[in-house]
């Protein structure tokens, strides 16, 4: 089983809709972290979560709230979803381990906001 | 965190090797070099990173240049499995990333 889940992978939703993008991850990190991707762009960083009562903005927070249920639970909500959100979103984690600091990424959700 | 400037393409033929450059200009003393890359739309994969000295790993070797001002990520026989979009990210421990837009590293036949 993969060790950073996104649910769901794909979503079509249409304009004012409260749409939420959950994440799971079984590697017991603290760090949690929710980025968007335009195409062919890079990825910017939307809210970052260092553990359960730690959450902080990125670049990019407007229009997004997130929550964090749980160590292992990070979620993204879009209270009233508009067209220019529409974008690949990833969720990741992290620890540092000796001098690494690795993000482990989920597989992506597509969002699309007719 | 710092910028990083990257070419936005490269091509390399198929088992030579892939030198992927990275400036830096601004990187500070306690910034590492961390380098990711994404394969088609698939969440980004970490590669190898550095302080000061040069390294390696069974994935790639990196070489920071001695004022820290530059790097190259070499992928010493690349295979069309090498086809994805390299990032070079600067990150001092804050554990946040500043992703710019990459090198899209193409791997011909």
């Known amino acids: 089983d993969a060790d950073v889940t996104q649910t769901p992978r794909n979503r079509i939703t249409k304009t004012g809709k409260r749409i939420m993008l959950e994440c799971s991850q079984t590697k017991g990190h603290d760090r949690m972290y929710w980025y968007r991707q335009d195409p062919g762009l890079g990825l910017q960083l939307i809210y970052y979560s260092f553990d359960v009562k730690d959450i902080n903005k990125g670049e990019i927070s407007d229009g997004y709230s997130v929550s964090r249920q749980a160590q292992a639970k990070f979620s993204l909500s879009l209270e009233s979803a508009i067209p220019n959100q529409t974008a690949l979103y990833f969720c990741?984690?992290?620890?540092?381990?000796?001098?690494?600091?690795?993000?482990?990424f989920g597989p992506g959700t597509r969002l699309t906001v007719l | 965190d710092a910028k990083t400037t990257q070419p936005p393409s490269m091509d390399c033929a198929e088992g030579r090797a892939a030198n992927l450059p990275c400036n830096h200009s601004t990187i500070s003393g306690n910034e590492y070099v961390y380098w990711y890359r994404q394969i088609h739309s698939q969440g980004p994969q970490y590669i190898i990173h550095?302080?000061?000295n040069n390294e390696t790993n069974e994935m790639a070797s990196l070489i920071i240049t001695e004022d820290r001002k530059s790097s190259t990520l070499i992928l010493p026989h690349a295979t069309l499995r090498d086809t994805a979009v390299y990032y070079c990210i600067l990150t001092s421990g804050t554990y946040k990333y500043i992703f710019g837009t990459g090198t899209r590293l193409k791997v011909l036949a």
């Open positions: 550095g302080l000061k």
């Open positions: 990741a984690t992290s620890e540092t381990s000796g001098n690494v600091d690795e993000q482990f």
